[in-house]
Nanobody, 116 residues
């Protein structure tokens, strides 16, 4: 069992920045991937950014150039730096740990609200 605790959400004006953090109870360098997903009201949960254990990353087209995922393996923590935030970024953001392909855990989510 892997526990994930997100932090860093909040209310920010459009154009502002926030940094989310996700602290994991396991050794994230042994996991296949760590990622951030988000879910806005009425929408399905969608991938925002993903960091694979080999070092590669991938991003949703809507956040490329604005969001950056990073990890500190020593602290078992993954971050999502969000800049140039837009109202459409408003959602609950969830941390995801993919231990192996198909076997994963979710955090409880943190609310991000971007005002126009």
């Amino acid at each position: 069992q892997v526990q994930l605790v997100e932090s860093g959400g909040g209310l920010v004006e459009a154009g502002g920045s926030l940094r989310l953090a996700c602290a994991a109870s396991g050794n994230i360098h042994r996991f296949n991937a760590m990622g951030w997903y988000r879910q806005a009201p009425g929408n399905q949960r969608e991938l925002v950014a993903r960091s694979l254990t080999g070092g590669s990353t991938n991003y949703a087209d809507s956040v490329k150039g604005r969001f950056t995922i990073s990890r500190d393996n020593a602290k078992n923590t993954v971050y999502l730096q969000m800049s140039s935030l837009k109202p459409e970024d408003t959602a609950v953001y969830y941390c995801n740990a993919e231990v192996v392909v198909g076997y994963y855990f979710w955090g409880q989510g943190t609310q991000v609200t971007v005002s126009s």
